[in-house]
């Protein structure tokens, strides 16, 4: 499941992987984009409370309206991303 451009979760018989998009740069080929995994977890639910959580330690906390942008912004990502899951299995 893909949540925006920079997030997905994946799966398997036992856990839930959350990945980051990242570009690799080695030194003698051409820059990749590759994922990282930032976490694994028991179910969506805490996969996605691990997203909001990184993603709002990432503003280092400058103010709440910068935070709560941030919380905005992925509230909207995870909502675009679960219709899109409904919509598929509609």
């Given at each position: 499941m893909f949540?925006g451009?920079?997030w997905?979760?994946e799966?398997?018989?036992?856990?839930?992987?959350?990945l980051r998009k990242?570009?690799r740069?080695p030194?003698?080929?051409?820059?990749?984009e590759?994922?990282?995994?930032?976490?694994?977890f028991s179910?969506?639910?805490?996969?996605l409370?691990?997203?909001?959580d990184?993603e709002?330690?990432?503003t280092?906390?400058k103010?709440?309206?910068?935070?709560a942008?941030?919380i905005?912004?992925l509230?909207?990502?995870?909502?675009k991303?679960?219709?899109?899951?409904?919509n598929?299995?509609a």
């Open positions: 949540i451009k920079k997905k979760i799966s398997d018989s036992l856990n839930i992987t959350l990242v570009i740069k030194k003698d080929k051409l820059p990749y590759d994922w990282e995994v930032e976490g694994y179910n969506v639910a805490n996969a409370k691990g997203l909001v990184l709002v330690k990432e280092e906390l103010d709440l309206q910068t935070v942008k941030k905005d912004e509230e909207k990502l995870i909502d991303a679960l219709k899109g899951i409904k598929a299995t």
